[in-house]
């Protein structure tokens, strides 16, 4: 199964200081990466070979043009063949920031992708946006909502990790 999903954002900002969000990404200071999902994590700064992930979500950089661009390549879960990435473009009043990912989906992932993964990532990434968009103008126009059964992964996975390390990662806030 071809994956393709697409999330961006218009942001009233200059594509230095949306470009400055994403080179943020897994920083002290990341004011990208929303607090409530589990926490974007990698080895060493941004840059080409950096390898980590966010909860059981496992890529290492594979292209980082500062201020502009960076591509991740997956490497867990199991059925995930793909990329994730982050772009920086500067459009009328503002500059848009947008968020693909493109997978090939086989073996778990033809069930976790659309059943769990997926609208995981939506909310994920929604979050996200809603999070650079107050960062960089101090407030929301539409803020993200989650959808019933966003709230209902959250909540199981909160009680299946209940005695045990956070499933959803050590820095999310359950539900």
């Not at 060493?44 to 909860?55: E, N, S, T």
């Not at 879960?77 to 503002?94: I, K, L, N, Q, S």
């Given at each position: 199964?071809?994956?393709?999903?697409?999330?961006?954002?218009?942001?009233?900002?200059?594509?230095?200081?949306?470009?400055?969000?994403v080179d943020g990404l897994s920083s002290p200071d990341d004011a990208l990466w929303p607090d409530?999902?589990?926490?974007?994590?990698?080895?060493?700064?941004?840059?080409?070979?950096?390898?980590?992930?966010?909860?059981?979500?496992?890529?290492?950089?594979?292209?980082?043009?500062?201020?502009?661009?960076?591509?991740?390549?997956?490497?867990?879960?199991?059925?995930?063949?793909?990329?994730?990435?982050?772009?920086?473009?500067?459009?009328?009043?503002?500059?848009?920031?947008?968020?693909?990912?493109?997978?090939?989906?086989?073996?778990?992932?033809?069930?976790?992708?659309?059943?769990?993964?997926?609208?995981?990532?939506?909310?994920?990434?929604?979050?996200?946006?809603?999070?650079?968009?107050?960062?960089?103008?101090?407030?929301?126009?539409?803020?993200?909502?989650?959808?019933?059964?966003?709230?209902?992964?959250?909540?199981?996975?909160?009680?299946?990790?209940?005695?045990?390390?956070?499933?959803?990662?050590?820095?999310?806030?359950?539900?």
């Open positions: 199964m071809r994956v393709r999903n697409l999330h961006q954002r218009h942001l009233a900002a200059t594509p230095e200081q949306v470009g400055a969000l409530d999902w589990p926490a974007l994590r990698l080895d060493r700064p941004l840059g080409v070979g950096a390898a980590g992930g966010h909860g059981p979500v496992r890529y290492t950089v594979t292209d980082h043009t500062p201020g502009r661009h960076v591509r991740f390549r997956f490497t867990a879960p199991r059925g995930f063949d793909g990329f994730h990435e982050f772009t920086v473009e500067p459009a009328d009043g503002g500059t848009v920031l947008r968020h693909l990912l493109v997978i090939r989906a086989h073996g778990p992932a033809l069930l976790t992708w659309p059943l769990v993964f997926g609208p995981l990532h939506d909310a994920l990434l929604e979050d996200g946006l809603d999070r650079a968009e107050r960062t960089l103008t101090g407030t929301v126009r539409t803020p993200a909502r989650w959808s019933p059964y966003v709230r209902l992964l959250r909540t199981a996975m909160a009680r299946a990790g209940r005695g045990r390390r956070n499933p959803l990662g050590d820095r999310a806030t359950l539900p």
